[in-house]
Structures are given as structure tokens and as C-alpha cells.
């Protein structure tokens, strides 16, 4: 069974920031891609960042120059870095990630979310 909790998220003035975390646990082989989605109210779901291995980071335009993601592969964690907040930012916030599992298949996993909100 394979697990993503997402942690960091809250309230938070516009213009200032959050960490989010992600670790996955559990019977993982190795892990292809982790990213964060996010899902606005009255708003569809959206990739927000994604780093696959070996490759550079994905952003969402509304990201770049805001948002940094990073990964840890000896933690199974992905982080991300969020500056400049804005009300427009407000969303729940979904890890995400391309793994295979020690019985052989590649799956795409979510997390429960966590929910960011940028108000004063």
C-alpha cells in the first residue's frame, strides 16, 4: 500500500509564504515523478509544479519566479517552496506521484490534500 501525506499548509497573508511537504511511504520500487496539483474553488485542477527524475522542474506559468519545487529521493519527499502568495493562490493543494511499486506496477498516486489560503 502506498501512501502520500502532504503537510504545511494554512492561512497566510498575501504576499507571504508556505513550505509544503509531501512523503510517500510504502511498498514503492522507485518513484518516476512527483508534482503538486491544486484545485481553486469553482476552478478545475491544475498542475502546479512537477520534477521528473532526471529531468528539470515543470511550472505552471502563474508559478514561475514564485515557486520552486525540490525533491529529496532518500526522504521519498517533495517540497514545495511557495513566496509571494496571493488571494489567487487559494486552493487545495495535491501531491502527486509516478511510481512503481515493489510488485511491478506503475501507478500515479494522490494525496489527500491540504488546503492553502492567502487572505488578510
Known amino acids: 500500500q502506498v501512501r502520500l501525506v502532504e503537510s504545511g499548509g494554512g492561512l497566510v497573508q498575501p504576499g507571504g509564504s508556505l513550505r509544503l511537504s509531501c512523503e510517500a511511504s510504502?511498498?514503492?520500487?522507485?518513484?518516476?515523478?512527483m508534482g503538486w496539483f491544486r484545485r481553486a474553488p469553482g476552478k478545475e485542477r491544475e498542475l502546479v509544479a512537477s520534477?521528473?527524475?532526471?529531468?528539470?522542474?515543470i511550472y505552471d506559468d502563474s508559478a514561475k519566479g514564485r515557486f520552486t519545487i525540490s525533491r529529496d529521493d532518500a526522504k521519498k519527499t517533495v517540497y514545495l517552496q511557495m513566496n509571494d502568495l496571493k488571494p489567487e493562490d487559494t486552493a487545495v493543494y495535491y501531491c502527486?506521484?509516478?511510481?512503481?511499486?515493489?510488485?511491478?506496477?506503475?501507478?500515479?498516486?494522490w494525496g489527500q490534500g491540504t488546503q492553502v489560503t492567502v487572505s488578510s
Open positions: 520534477q521528473t527524475s532526471g529531468g528539470p522542474p
Open positions: 510504502g511498498s514503492i520500487f522507485s518513484i518516476k515523478s
Open positions: 502527486s506521484a509516478v511510481l512503481t511499486s515493489s510488485s511491478g506496477y506503475v501507478l500515479k498516486h
